[in-house]
């Protein structure tokens, strides 16, 4: 077992900051042990310790959200490992992740200590895909809807500047033309525009 190359200590000078393990050598009994020298980040203080307990790396974390991102911090524990297609929660949020940088490359796995950034995507909320009728007209409409919600036939949605009731949706188990589908299962919603009335009186 590799030690690890940074984690988050306790360093003496300056609090809690990312260390360099300069020299390290790992155990595993009940508890994992690291023996080596240690550079604060921050501060520079080098110091030979023992570590028993580690404290969770602060990890970069970067989640889309449709068409919007944001940079998060996740804590994550050294040791582990974190695989694209993991799903994690981040601020109270579940998100899949998409991809892994470590360094400068991408890869698929890697233990948490060795991560740069991680990307992901919010997995509580879903794009559903719309397809808008109009006349002669078929109009292509998103929305981001959160995953569990349904939708129903006859039901009427919202779309941009109009109003549009639901005709049939298709899943990947096929057309619906009755009933409820939530928004993590639908691959397109077919609508047909509600005619407005000409005058309001
Ligand atoms: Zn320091």
Same mark, same amino acid.
């Given at each position: 077992?590799? +030690? +690890?190359?940074?984690?988050?200590?306790?360093?003496?000078?300056? &609090? /809690?900051?990312?260390?360099?393990?300069?020299? &390290?050598?790992?155990?595993?009994?009940?508890?994992?042990? =690291?023996?080596?020298?240690?550079?604060?980040?921050?501060?520079?203080?080098?110091?030979?310790?023992?570590?028993?307990?580690?404290?969770?790396?602060?990890? +970069?974390?970067?989640?889309?959200?449709?068409?919007?991102?944001?940079?998060?911090?996740?804590?994550?524990?050294? &040791?582990?490992?974190?695989?694209?297609?993991?799903?994690?929660?981040?601020?109270?949020?579940?998100?899949?992740?998409?991809?892994?940088?470590?360094?400068?490359?991408?890869?698929?796995?890697?233990?948490?200590?060795?991560?740069?950034? =991680?990307?992901?995507?919010?997995?509580?909320?879903?794009?559903?895909?719309?397809?808008?009728?109009?006349?002669?007209?078929?109009?292509?409409?998103?929305?981001?809807?959160?995953?569990?919600?349904?939708?129903?036939?006859?039901?009427?949605?919202?779309? &941009?500047?109009?109003?549009?009731?639901?005709?049939?949706?298709?899943?990947?188990?096929?057309? =619906?033309?009755?009933?409820?589908?939530?928004?993590?299962?639908?691959?397109?919603?077919?609508?047909?525009?509600?005619?407005?009335? /000409?005058?309001?009186?």
């Amino acid at each position: 077992m590799e +030690p +690890p190359s940074a984690l988050h200590l306790e360093c003496p000078n300056c &609090g /809690r900051a990312p260390h360099r393990v300069l020299r &390290g050598r790992l155990s595993q009994g009940e508890e994992l042990v =690291l023996e080596g020298v240690f550079r604060c980040l921050r501060c520079g203080h080098t110091r030979r310790d023992t570590h028993r307990e580690w404290a969770p790396v602060q990890v +970069p974390l970067v989640v889309s959200d449709g068409d919007t991102s944001r940079k998060v911090e996740v804590d994550l524990f050294p &040791g582990e490992e974190v695989r694209v297609g993991d799903s994690l929660e981040a601020k109270g949020r579940l998100v899949r992740i998409t991809a892994i940088e470590v360094g400068e490359r991408r890869v698929q796995a890697a233990p948490v200590e060795t991560i740069t950034t =991680l990307w992901s995507q919010r997995a509580d909320r879903v794009t559903v895909k719309f397809s808008l009728n109009r006349g002669r007209r078929t109009i292509p409409y998103e929305l981001r809807a959160p995953s569990d919600e349904e939708f129903q036939i006859g039901d009427q949605v919202r779309l &941009g500047r109009e109003r549009a009731v639901i005709r049939r949706i298709n899943t990947h188990r096929g057309t =619906l033309r009755d009933g409820v589908v939530p928004a993590r299962d639908i691959v397109r919603v077919y609508c047909q525009a509600v005619r407005r009335p /000409r005058s309001h009186r």
